[in-house]
C-alpha cells in the first residue's frame, strides 16, 4: 500500500474510532493529515472509496493481528485463533468493524478473510465441493456475531457474556465441530437412501 495512502486510511481509522463513523468525512480527514478535501482524491477518491479503503486497512490488521500459520499448528487451532482474531478486531475498532460486514470486499487486502477460512477448511479435509459455502458460513457467524456484539445487537447477550470470552469460545468449538463433521466420511448407513442405491 502506497505510504500516503497507508497515512490518510490510518488517520481516517484513528477519527472514526474517536468519533465514529458520522463523524468521518473527506474535510474531517484532510484537516488530520495536513491536506485538502482535494488533495485527498488521487490517494483515496471520494468517500465511498475512502470507506472501501477502511475496510481493506481492517482486513489488513486482521491478517497482521493473525500472523503467520506454523505449518505444525492444527487447523482447529488456526481456526479458533482467526475467530479470537476478528473478535479482538472488532473490540479495537467497534465503530468501524461493521463495514467488514456491511460493505463488499474491494481492496487488495479485503479477500484475506476468506482466502484463511478456504485454506482452513481445506487443510480440515472438507470436501472441495463444501469448502466455499463453509467459508460462507462461518465468515458470516464470526462477522456478525462479533458486530452483534460492539453494536449491543446481539440478541440475547449481556455485558458480563460480552466481557467474557467464555461464550464466544464455546461457538468455536461447535464451529470446529462443524467443520469435522463435514470432513468426516459418511458411512454406508449414514448416507441417504437415494445415494446407497446409486452406489449398489
Given at each position: 500500500?502506497d ?6 486510511l ?10 465514529g463513523?458520522?463523524?468521518m ?8 493529515v ?18 472501501d ?5 481492517l ?9 503467520e ?13 482467526l475467530g479470537?482474531a ?11 468493524f ?9 481492496g487488495?487486502?479485503?479477500?484475506w ?8 477448511l481445506?487443510?480440515?479435509?472438507v ?7 463453509q467459508a460462507r ?6 462477522l ?18 460480552i ?14 465441530g462443524m467443520?469435522?463433521n ?6 454406508s ?12
Open positions: 500500500m505510504d500516503k495512502r497507508r497515512q490518510i490510518d488517520q481516517a481509522l484513528a477519527l472514526v474510532d474517536e468519533r463513523l458520522a463523524a468525512s473527506m474535510r474531517a480527514v484532510a484537516e488530520r495536513g491536506l485538502t478535501s482535494m488533495a485527498l482524491y488521487p490517494y483515496v477518491g471520494g468517500k465511498d472509496a475512502l470507506l479503503g477502511l475496510v481493506d486497512l482486513h489488513l490488521e486482521l491478517g497482521t493481528n493473525v500472523g500459520n506454523p505449518a505444525d499448528l492444527d487447523w482447529r487451532h488456526r481456526l479458533c485463533a479470537r476478528v473478535r479482538s478486531l472488532a473490540r479495537a475498532h467497534p465503530s468501524a461493521p463495514l467488514l460486514l456491511n460493505r463488499s470486499a474491494a487488495p487486502s479485503a479477500s478473510l476468506a482466502a484463511a477460512l478456504q485454506g482452513i481445506a487443510d480440515a479435509g470436501p472441495a465441493s463444501e469448502v466455499p459455502r458460513l462461518i465468515c458470516a457467524f464470526l456478525g456475531y462479533t458486530t452483534g456484539e460492539v453494536t449491543g445487537g446481539l440478541p440475547g447477550s449481556s455485558p458480563e457474556m466481557e467474557g470470552a467464555a461464550e464466544f469460545d464455546a461457538d468455536l468449538e461447535d464451529l470446529v467443520v469435522e463435514s470432513a468426516a466420511p459418511r458411512t448407513a449414514e448416507q441417504p437412501d437415494d445415494v446407497r442405491r446409486a452406489g449398489g
